[in-house]
């Protein structure tokens, strides 16, 4: 079984720039998850798709950022325009019950 | 809102030696999950529990949700290098997602 994949692995930007994150969940998984681990502090829960649909999105840091997940199968997380304090590792997660599967994140630098 | 404090932050053994890492919540906690997380690489699941005073083992690591479920502990006996990561305890929140203490990264030196 194929697991949680996330593209890019890594990204540089400039300030002001916007980037595309990209996670592919477990096949089947109807839950869907990002995160964001900024260096040295805590994962942080950013939102919440069951199917299509935004659960909870109140992780979010501002409207800098826009996730979807059109037809309920990959999901997008678009950062526009990045800011410095947007660097981090963001982790996308799937499940279909209360344990979560990881991606393997993707390395957001902004400069 | 909620939180889960983890200590310590960091922690180096040399190897051979027990290892132990704590989560405390100031409200009781539904369940407690733990992951590992290895240098470069994702939070993996090892184990979640649910009930007061549970504790379950696997090999040579052993997990505890505390009487109040409160707290929660995560013990390593005699790590090895392959120990060596970063460990994070979690509550799972029904309907929304995983709240995560800072964590506690393990060196081993061997």
């Known amino acids: 079984e194929a697991g949680v994949t996330q593209f890019p692995s890594h990204s540089v930007i400039e300030k002001g720039q916007t980037v595309t994150l990209r996670c592919d969940p477990i096949s089947g998984h109807d839950n869907l998850y990002w995160y964001r681990r900024v260096m040295g502090k805590e994962i942080k829960f950013l939102l919440h798709f069951v199917k299509e649909s935004k659960q909870d999105e109140s992780g979010m840091p501002n409207n800098r950022f826009l996730a979807e997940r059109t037809g309920g199968t990959y999901s997008t997380l678009k950062v526009q325009p990045a800011e410095l304090e947007d660097s981090g590792v963001y982790f996308c997660?799937?499940?279909?019950?209360?344990?979560?599967?990881f991606g393997p994140g993707t390395r957001l630098t902004v400069t | 809102g909620q939180q889960v404090m983890q200590i310590p932050q960091y922690q180096h053994v040399q190897e051979g030696e027990d290892f132990t890492t704590y989560c405390n919540s100031s409200t009781t906690l539904s369940n407690i999950q733990w992951y590992k997380q290895r240098p470069g690489g994702h939070p993996v699941f090892l184990i979640q529990l649910v009930k007061s005073g549970e504790v379950k083992k696997q090999k040579r690591l052993t997990f505890q949700f505390g009487e109040a479920k409160k707290n929660s502990s995560l013990h390593i006996t005699a790590t090895q290098t392959t120990d060596v990561g970063t460990y994070f305890c979690?509550?799972?929140?029904?309907?929304?997602?995983?709240?995560f203490g800072k964590g506690t990264t393990l060196s081993v030196s061997s």
């Open positions: 979690a509550e799972y929140q029904a309907g929304t997602a995983l709240i």
């Open positions: 997660a799937s499940s279909q019950g209360q344990e979560q599967y």
